[in-house]
């Protein structure tokens, strides 16, 4: 298979995860107002393929980069699943894409990750996800008996630490991320913001990716419609208070997204395409930004465009706005046709133009 060729050496050839593992169903909902409290709701039960965090966003790296316990890119998932048909096949799947799953126990005493994941006629939407799965076990102790281990060279290697599992593990996650010298790569949900930052979450992230819903939170900013403007102004400017070194992504639909360093903002539009469905995009568009910061791309180029077209593609923010936008074009949360070249071939029929280096990343 292809992959991705690094500019010179892989600059991070190792990623350590931990994350939700799991699977679940998916309703189109009648009608484009949002779900009530006390509703009920008529919807489609579809024939999607539904997964979680954590194997979302390590597939597509583990794909793109050619990942193998003997390869030049190698991936570790730390996790648990349930003593079920549902998380044996997760976690062949995960093997299947490179992965090494030695840190992905099974757990007799709870079932796989499960959620029930719901979208409007506009494509938005969300899901529900089971708090009391196999998930919700991973534990400190998990995180610890990988790095008892470690003989890889930190500098050279990305945490992440992704929702679905408990915090207490993610922020164990980071804090030995911090202890290897590793890059520390976070997201987290609205209902743990506070929580997240009482446990010192956003001083150990390097890189933070959030939605526009999580980065309002963060910004502690009310009502339904702020602009959008105040909300990137004002959480990047808190988290700048927490962390002046932090890097941060704020997805914002199919608008597209912005990337935060140091006081500069820089927008990045999205690639109109066909869409089948959005789940999953958010995790597209931060596997494909990790993917090109392994590859040696910058993570932006320093000036924000109105469309994708107006520079050559040159940044792993554009590389991960071309994944989020090729996952959409695909029912399933996790776009099984995804691939270097398949990529390559996405961005060649959309007429875009590559600068030489991320041209150079295809042959």
Do not use: W
């Not at 997964?51 to 597509?60: D, F, G």
């Not at 998990?142 to 922020?171: H, S």
């Not at 992504?249 to 912005?258: A, E, F, N, V």
């Not at 931060?286 to 791309?297: D, E, H, K, V």
Request: proline share 3%; with cysteine.
């Amino acid at each position: 298979m292809i992959t991705l060729k690094p500019i010179g050496k892989l600059f991070y050839n190792h990623i350590v995860g931990t994350g939700g593992i799991g699977s679940g169903i998916f309703f189109s909902l009648e009608g484009d107002h949002t779900l009530g409290r006390n509703e009920s709701r008529m919807g489609r039960l579809e024939p999607f393929r539904d997964y979680c965090k954590q194997h979302i966003i390590m597939h597509y790296i583990a794909v793109l980069l050619g990942a193998g316990k003997t390869g030049s890119f190698q991936s570790f998932p730390i996790g648990k699943i349930g003593n079920d048909d549902v998380g044996h096949r997760l976690r062949s799947m995960m093997e299947k894409a490179g992965m090494d799953i030695g840190h992905v126990k099974v757990s007799n005493n709870a079932a796989t990750l499960f959620s029930v994941c719901y979208q409007y006629p506009d494509h938005s939407g969300g899901n529900i996800t089971s708090a009391n799965s196999a998930s919700n076990l991973v534990h400190p102790r998990d995180i610890d008996a990988f790095f008892d281990n470690y003989t890889m060279n930190g500098k050279e290697g990305i945490v992440l630490a992704a929702p679905e599992v408990p915090l207490i593990a993610r922020i164990r996650m980071l804090e030995q991320g911090k202890n290897h010298g590793m890059l520390n790569v976070a997201s987290v949900l609205s209902s743990e913001i506070e929580e997240f930052e009482q446990m010192k979450g956003f001083e150990l992230t390097d890189l933070l990716a959030v939605n526009i819903d999580e980065a309002q939170r963060i910004a502690k900013i009310e009502g339904d419609q702020p602009e959008t403007g105040d909300i990137v102004q004002s959480c990047t400017s808190r988290l700048q208070k927490a962390n002046p070194e932090m890097r941060v992504l704020i997805t914002d639909g199919s608008r597209g997204s912005y990337c935060y360093y140091k006081g500069v903002v820089e927008f990045t539009p999205s690639l109109k395409t066909t869409v089948v469905s959005t789940a999953g995009a958010g995790d597209a568009f931060l596997s494909g930004t990790i993917a090109g910061l392994c590859c040696g791309l910058p993570l932006s180029k320093g000036i924000s465009t109105a469309e994708l077209n107006e520079f050559p593609l040159q940044t792993a923010v554009e590389l991960g706005t071309l994944l989020a936008s090729y996952s959409v074009t695909s029912a399933d949360t996790i776009h099984e046709g995804a691939s270097a070249s398949a990529l390559c071939n996405y961005i060649q029929q959309s007429g875009l133009l590559m600068s030489e280096s991320f041209e150079n990343l295809f042959n």
